[in-house]
């Protein structure tokens, strides 16, 4: 309940249900993430590291406790309120990259400005400058299946921040990529967090890419601990 | 529009699989416009009769003559206005296997079968021209197009019923009054039938098949066909009347199982384009669960899902209803054309083009329904959980 971060996690419970049996993934967890932290959250596979970063970024709900992103209580939010929030405030980037196979990459980067009112002009300017900085330019008009994996998830990290949230999460963004690409995209959100002061949370199970976060919290039989 | 666009290229996404799915939505509706077309065309003859109008024909068989005597007796009834007769002649036109040589040939009073059936129109002369002469006969507009018949041709035909051969000459081309009326029969004097009949077998003459009468007063039919048959109960050939709308019923009837189980089939028809469709919408849906699921985790609404499967299910649906009709138009055709007489009138109705593109955009909504339903209920943590 104390605490002025930005990303505010007060005592969140979390469990599933598979077929009869429950299984509880997070229990009482807290976590505060200042602004314009750049926070690397690592485990061992199945303890709940993407269950949190979802609760975080608004796409699923804690069974108990709170979540406070920027002073708005996210729980608080009804469905569409809240999908109109994560439009708004948070930029999404996943081990898979998610592209829609049949929009081009512009258009991919595209898609988030779709909800917003900005004009043609106002869309094709952010779409491009999003694409120079992670230097797709000259591949604006490729389809995801014509990219390699590391350019798709600079596609990606171009349609995560076109839209200019505050938060970025990553759910292991360099977890499907060789070493030299993984580099490249550790060097991007290290460069949106320096350079444009964007909150990042990043779930990793690469050493390497963890070493670029400021700090690095091990989450572990439902229990949250420094590293 | 974007959204347009996706649906478009989603839809272009498995072509083989897009196209097989029109395909069969479009060979399906197809089969629904032409099976539609020749349920109405069936009952276009129990539609189009008159309110005013009765048969009288024998009581045991349509088949059995009814003597000419009766006219004056049933002319008599009060609530009777006009009474006409008919024969029914047969006879066999060139070759008898072709089915356009198959066209309905009666013998009938020429004073007063027009003023009963204001249905035939026909100029005041051609009437005149064909009462003048003993074997004149007048045929319909699309009989005649599709014989070549012209005023003063000479018809030839072999008698079945009515032996020996048979020459009549045409001396007027009716048209229906509209298009519901058919156009393919061949009238003649009923004299020249009974003439000819009184020379070889003079104890078939002063026959008629049927009397067809005019009442005053519709509410007036049960009465006369009371009166009409009571009045020949006691006689050799007893009678039975009923109104034109049960008369031709009765035909209709007989082959109203046929008629019933096409009907059932267009039914079924509109089970296995659902099917078709709802299988298509259904695997595309579930390939592209995690797509939905981004979609949404990028702040898209219900709504804009609902679009996305529900247009694409549509397009197919529209596409394939929209060829299917297309084609059911030749095929309707090609089918009047090989059948000319069979069916007399044979046109693919308005309501039938309603029921088609209802049946496609009915078929397209239902199909989307519980992919869409599926995809929304469907958590985006889940969403974005599956694989492929
Ligand atoms: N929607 C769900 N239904 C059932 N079990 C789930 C669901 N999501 C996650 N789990 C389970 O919760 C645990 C944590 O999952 P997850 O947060 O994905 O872990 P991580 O990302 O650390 O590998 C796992 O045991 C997983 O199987
Ligand atoms: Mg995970």
Redesign the interface.
Known sequence: MAGNGFIQVDKVSKSYQRDTIKVEVLTNISLTVPEGEFLALMGPSGSGK??LL?LI?G??RPDQGTVVVNTVDIDGLGE?AL??W???NVG?I?QFY?L????TAYENVE??L??TKLSKKEKKEHVETALNLVGLADRIHHYPRQLSGGQEQRVAIA?ALVTDPALIVADEPTGDLDKVSAEEIMTLLERLNKEFKKTIVMVTHDPRAAEKAHKVMHLDKGELTKG | MFIFRLILKNALRHKLRTFLTILGICIAVTAFGFLRTIVTAWSAGVEMSSVTRMITRHKVSFIMPLPKSYREKIQAISDVDLVTYANWFGGLYKDPNDWKNFFPRMAVDPETYFDIYPEFVLSEKELLDFRKERNACIVGNKLAKEHGFKIGDIISMDGDIYPGKWDFVVRGIYKGKDETWDETQMLFQWDYLNERIAQQQPTRQGNVGWYVLRVKDQNAMPIVAREVDELFSNSRAGTKTETEKEFQQSFVSMSSAIITSLEAISYIIIGIILLILANTIAMAARERTREYAVLKTLGFSSIHIVGLIAGESLLLAGLGGALGLALTFPISAGFAKLFPTFFPIFNVEDITIILAVSVALFAGIIAATFPTSATLRTKIADGLRQIG
């Open positions: 993407t269950t979802n970024a796409i699923d569409s999908a109109k994560r439009a708004n999404f996943f998610n829609m196979p049949v929009l898609l988030p779709l909800l349609r």
